[in-house]
């Protein structure tokens, strides 16, 4: 995902406490937020580049969406079931031969152009990834001084926004290279295969690096009931329960808004073209990368519900702004969204896990389930862009974040 939080759950590692031991460790599950980063960033790109390579409509391209966060949805308790029985370690090489599977799958896809094979590479690429998301975190606050743990959760983070930000530089380089009007031109489907090759490669290597490297036995240290008792009590939390809604309707913003981008730049910019539209997702990619920093520091002065509400009510202007489709402002509009987009995710996460005691970690676990929002309602908009056009299906984020807002309002407060 764009946006993630750490479990609430706390960790001990058995063995050295010498931080030294743990760096090379430490390099190789950074360089897992890299990747998957680098996965997200290139899907929105993909979209446009299929919908001109395979001819198909907006609509449709969207089910790429629904594979990659369909496969959060559905892999998620899988996930944390063969962690629990194996180990976090076997789950990251699990995860990271997963990835690399659906990564080469990427390259019959291709050959045969279908479109269908490429949502059950992604879906078999997005599956691997719900594993590594699943053990990371973990992971990154056990590799050195408990003292530095968030400072080393953060500097890990700071590389899933550089893979995010790098992808679409990656597809708009190479995806649309040919930005001709002769026929033919941006339907070449090879530099999809020697990304998606080249990515398996990268992704093998890093999983036989795990495979020889030692690492640190995660203990948890928690209270939790767990999901036999999660029933009695955890439903009664309005902020849990708004929680999910919020997020559900949060990442189906972020998600169609991204799926749609290109689309919209070349629809709404003089002159744009598919590749300098890609350019233009990196600069709004970077924007909410930089959104997150300083929403961060925002939040020392001001509560987190009153951040949430004041980003809500800007996104639903400038969704606004984006609908009407003035050219370059509403453009310009469509980059702003990203950045007050970044706090959404992990400040909806914190609300919702408030207060809920034993309850916290099954909480957590349903809160990071409703990103099955990014796989449903992007359909819903590029079904209202293929019908009406692609600036007045922004209507769908805009109602969206409506209920953002009202979890920053209301939602968020507990019993």
């Not at 990304?195 to 490669?201: D, E, F, H, L, S």
């Not at 920093?293 to 009510?313: C, D, H, Q, S, W």
């Not at 969204?337 to 609300?351: D, E, G, H, V, W």
Request: charged content about 10%; overall charge positive; aromatic content about 14%.
């Amino acid at each position: 995902m764009a946006g993630g939080a750490a479990s609430t759950t706390s960790y001990t590692t058995a063995g050295s406490k010498n931080g030294q031991k743990y760096l090379f460790p430490f390099i190789l599950v950074t360089s897992l937020f890299f990747m998957w980063g680098l996965a997200y960033g290139l899907l929105d790109v993909l979209n446009k580049h299929f919908q001109n390579a395979l001819s198909i409509d907006k609509a449709r391209s969207t089910l790429l969406q629904a594979a990659y966060f369909g496969a959060y949805f559905l892999m998620a308790l899988p996930a944390g079931l063969l962690m629990k029985r194996f180990g976090y370690k076997s789950g990251i090489i699990f995860g990271l031969l997963l990835y690399a599977l659906g990564a080469a799958l990427f390259y019959p896809s291709a050959h045969y152009a279908n479109f269908n094979f490429f949502l059950l590479a992604l879906f078999v690429l997005a599956s691997g990834l719900t594993f590594l998301e699943t053990a990371a975190n973990p992971y990154v606050t056990v590799l050195g001084d408990k003292s530095t743990s968030e400072q080393r959760l953060n500097l890990s983070q700071c590389f899933n926004g550089l893979g995010s930000f790098l992808g679409p530089y990656i597809g708009g380089k190479l995806f649309f290279q040919n930005n001709s009007e002769a026929a033919g031109s941006n339907t070449d489907l090879g530099s999809v295969q020697l990304v998606y090759i080249v990515m398996a490669a990268v992704v093998l290597f890093i999983a036989f690096l795990f495979y020889r490297a030692t690492l640190p036995e995660i203990k948890t240290e928690e209270g939790d009931t767990g999901a036999a008792t999660a029933g009695k009590g955890l439903f009664r939390h309005p902020n849990f329960v708004w929680g999910v809604v919020a997020q559900f309707f949060y990442v189906a913003a972020q998600v169609g808004i991204g799926a749609l981008f290109i689309n919209y730049v070349t629809e709404h910019m003089t002159g744009a073209t598919d590749e300098s539209a890609a350019y233009l997702l990196m600069v709004a990619l970077a924007m909410f990368t930089i959104g997150r920093f300083a929403g961060t520091a925002i939040m020392r002065k001001v509560a987190p519900n009153m951040l949430l509400t004041a980003y809500a009510l800007i996104n639903i202007a400038l969704c606004a702004v984006v609908i009407f489709g003035h050219g370059l402002p509403s453009v310009v509009a469509l980059i702003a969204i990203f950045f007050f987009m970044s706090i959404m995710f992990p400040t909806i996460f914190a609300l919702g896990v408030k207060d809920l005691g034993p309850h916290t970690k099954t909480g957590s676990s349903f809160i990071i389930m409703s990103i099955v929002g990014g796989a449903a309602v992007p359909y819903v908009m590029g079904s209202v862009a293929q019908a009406q056009s692609t600036a007045f299906s922004f209507i769908v984020p805009l109602i969206c974040f409506v209920v953002v807002l009202f979890y920053g309002v209301k939602g968020y407060r507990t019993k």
